[in-house]
């Protein structure tokens, strides 16, 4: 049977597909949305550069489907494809899915449920690690209960406590989205942008449901071993947007900011080391260098390469003199 929702109309949800060479399992992510219990959505699919038949397979749905619009871009990363969608957006809420991924049956009915009964800006379901196959591999992350307000989130997404980084498995309010919210050619967009989510929101629910089942796809671009050096890099990156941010932040308190200036140390020089140890360009060890230099400014101190390769040793039995410097200094 065909669905077709009218051009007119507003739908209440917009959700966000970018897609690059994911020919292997682009039907099952779309019927996994398009099936869905709920259906008063549109979904925008950004083909960025596909060179498989990938935009065949979007063209092929949007025939039967009317909810579907399918936009083409030449290659410009995950990114740059979010920010394209998100500007095409007509719905008051966001979902976003990536292409090789797939939803639970009723995913999205399961978030609105809980987000009018709590009358949350965000609301977040479980995610599911699987393999290609749709195995069951492990639940991704801890998963909190009932409800954060803004503080509290954002606290928690800075740490890597309770909260994960990714932007699926979730609902947004349209309006948390400024214009590029997405950093391009980053591969850790999501970590150096979802903590604006958190500051700028009321209040958040999580719902302990299962609603979206993360493919561990070995040839996906975070599994990638030739990306490790740059994927890093893009990790150290987002540290410093974190930082930087935390800094400015009016819903931290002054101890706060000095713990997360303790661990943004301790963090980004753990994967410094890393990065000289994976054979880096002459571009990638520039890089390298200035971010050394940035964080030794953090620090306010001299930090040698043998002081990062052993930082986490010392800076979790760290002495009082050192532990005084790193926090209060």
């Not at 994911?22 to 596909?50: H, M, N, P, T, Y």
């Not at 639940?139 to 989130?153: E, N, V």
């Not at 606290?155 to 309770?162: E, G, Q, V």
Request: charged share 25%; proline share 4%; net charge positive.
């Amino acid at each position: 049977m065909q669905t077709r929702a009218s051009n007119d109309s507003t739908p209440r949800l917009s959700i966000i597909l970018p897609c690059y060479n994911v020919e292997k399992f682009l039907d099952r992510c779309l019927a996994s949305i398009l099936s869905q219990d709920f259906s008063d959505f549109e979904l925008l699919a950004v083909d960025d550069g596909s060179t498989d038949s990938t935009g065949a397979i979007l063209a092929s749905w949007a025939q039967r489907d009317g909810r579907l619009r399918v936009h083409t871009q030449p290659n410009a990363g995950q990114s740059a494809a979010r920010n394209h969608a998100i500007g095409l957006a007509r719905a008051p809420w966001l979902m976003f899915v990536d292409a090789d991924d797939y939803l639970e049956t009723r995913s999205i009915e399961t978030l609105f449920r809980a987000q009018a009964e709590s009358q949350a800006d965000v609301v977040a379901g479980r995610i599911k690690l699987v393999t290609t196959d749709g195995e069951d591999i492990k639940w991704i992350s801890q998963h909190p209960s009932g409800q954060m307000d803004s503080r509290q989130a954002l606290w928690c997404i800075l740490n890597f406590h309770k909260l994960h980084n990714y932007v699926f498995a979730k609902i947004f309010r349209r309006e948390l989205f400024g214009q590029d919210f997405f950093p391009r050619g980053m591969m850790m967009e999501d970590v150096a942008s979802m903590h604006r989510i958190y500051a700028r929101m009321g209040k958040m629910c999580f719902v302990p449901d299962r609603v979206y089942n993360y493919v561990d796809n070995p040839a996906g671009t975070m599994n990638n071993a030739t990306h490790s050096v740059r994927r890093d890099l893009d990790f150290i990156k987002a540290c410093f947007i974190r930082y930087e941010f935390a800094q400015q932040s009016d819903k931290l308190s002054p101890r706060q900011k000095r713990f997360f200036r303790y661990k943004t140390i301790k963090r980004i020089g753990r994967v410094i080391p890393q990065c000289y140890d994976a054979e880096p360009t002459e571009a990638q060890r520039e890089q390298l260098a200035l971010d050394h230099a940035r964080l030794e400014q953090i620090a306010g101190r001299t930090l040698t390469m043998e002081d990062l390769r052993h930082i986490r040793r010392r800076m979790l039995l760290p002495t009082i003199r050192t532990k005084i410097a790193l926090l209060f200094g």
